[in-house]
């Protein structure tokens, strides 16, 4: 079945940018997703990128998809202290159900 | 409301007893999903329904755990005969038709097992 690997944490300065990484093993995934998840709170997605496409931006997002080593990555700019949170990515199972495949979450610490 | 909600937030109960989540998803929704999320770990899949078809029920660790969904509301999910590494947060998604198939996450049930 598909796994998904992360980093498990990141330390970085407020302002800075942080960049999240995360590797999959099924090449037939048709989205990949990024979650996002303060304590005590539900996951928010953030964003997510088609499988045909290498990147995609969203304000302070953007998401580097590199198909050929199965890597995807979250960059944050201007990481601020609100952006503590753990960050999940997610791929869609090969399957036809639907149903995500998360990594183990990056715990993302910003430092004043 | 217009998120997914999920009752009861917080369940404590003692090894052996059963236990049944709520979870009422996003009107409209078709697609329902049940995750189990341990302690510093990722979110593993449970149980999906689609509409009217059969459940993917892959994702079920032992025949103790079943899931119900009347039509497209609310989704039961039932835990028989409790044991303590069954504690975790149960989380359910709901999704529409569109083209990301993007979850709605709701806020989750935290189960502990004593």
């Known amino acids: 079945g598909e796994d998904v690997e992360q980093s498990l944490f990141l330390s970085v300065r407020e302002g800075d940018s942080s960049v999240i990484n995360c590797t999959y093993t099924d090449s037939s995934s048709t989205y990949l997703y990024w979650y996002k998840q303060e304590p005590g709170a539900g996951l928010q997605l953030l964003t997510y990128?088609?499988?045909?496409?290498d990147m995609k931006q969203d304000q302070r997002l953007t998401v580097l998809l590199n198909k050929k080593d199965k890597h995807l990555s979250l960059r944050i700019a201007d990481t601020q202290t609100g952006d503590s949170a753990i960050y999940f990515c997610?791929?869609?199972?090969?399957?036809?159900?639907?149903?995500?495949?998360f990594g183990q979450g990056t715990t993302l610490q910003v430092k004043p | 409301g217009a998120g997914v909600s999920q009752s009861p937030s917080n369940k404590v109960t003692e090894k052996g007893k059963d236990v049944e989540l709520r979870c009422d998803p996003i009107s409209g929704h078709t697609a329902l999903y049940w995750y189990r999320q341990r302690l510093g770990q990722g979110l593993e899949f449970l149980i999906y329904f689609q509409g009217n078809s059969a459940p993917d029920k892959s994702g079920l660790p032992s025949d103790r755990f079943s899931a119900e969904r009347t039509g497209e509301s609310v989704s039961t999910l039932t835990i028989q005969r409790t044991q303590q590494e069954d504690s975790a947060v149960y989380l359910c998604a709901s999704s529409g038709t569109s083209g990301s198939q993007e979850q709605f996450f709701g806020p989750g049930t935290r189960l502990t097992v004593l």
């Open positions: 990128i088609f499988s045909n496409m």
């Open positions: 997610a791929g869609r199972g090969s399957s036809n159900t639907g149903k995500l495949i």
